[in-house]
């Protein structure tokens, strides 16, 4: 029995069909995503099947790991909802920045310490960096519910119905406003 004995995470982990991503693993994943926003294949908040296929493929390329579109739509969901956590955190208080140097977030001491009294969590993101915040704000940012002006699809079409009625559509811009709202 003078085989090597398996106990690393990585081995069991991937014995067992599972994935374990690494911090490049996530960049390669983050820079793919990117990669297809770019490219336009982002349509209504939603990659397409096409991006994913890309996506899948870049990856198996570029880190020689089985990687199929479970994998990376399961690691895209954690990483979003890591990433979610810091953006709600922060998105709407001011004197506080991130800073795509040093991946964290910052503010003066009296401003730091304000929050962290009020909300404990400003402190683990103050001082864990936020890696890839940059590229989630351009793949996402926009994109993220609030609550803040939800409608019901049936409320959407009604509005949108009722604004159509009562439009003219006689020039471009025109035309190119109602599209953009639709």
Not at 40 to 68: C, M
Not at 118 to 123: G, I, Q, S, T, W
Request: charged share 35%; glycine share 4%.
């Amino acid at each position: 029995m003078g085989g090597k004995k398996k106990n690393s995470k990585i081995e069991n982990a991937s014995e067992e069909g599972k994935l374990v991503w690494t911090p490049i693993m996530d960049e390669a994943l983050m820079d793919a995503f990117l990669h297809q926003h770019n490219l336009g294949n982002k349509v209504n908040g939603s990659f397409t099947t096409k991006a994913y296929e890309n996506i899948v493929n870049e990856l198996k390329e570029k880190l020689g790991k089985d990687v199929d579109k479970d994998k990376v739509k399961n690691r895209m969901k954690t990483l979003k909802a890591n990433l979610s956590r810091s953006h709600d955190l922060f998105k709407n208080l001011s004197g506080f920045s991130w800073s795509p140097v040093t991946k964290l977030w910052s503010a003066e001491p009296e401003v730091r310490d304000a929050l962290i009294k009020v909300n404990k969590d400003a402190k683990e993101w103050m001082t864990k960096p936020v890696l890839h915040y940059d590229t989630f704000v351009i793949l996402f940012g926009n994109d993220r519910a609030t609550g803040e002006k939800s409608e019901t699809a049936k409320e959407l079409k009604k509005k949108q119905l009722s604004q159509h009625d009562n439009e003219s559509h006689d020039t471009i811009e025109e035309i190119d406003r109602m599209v953009s709202q639709s």
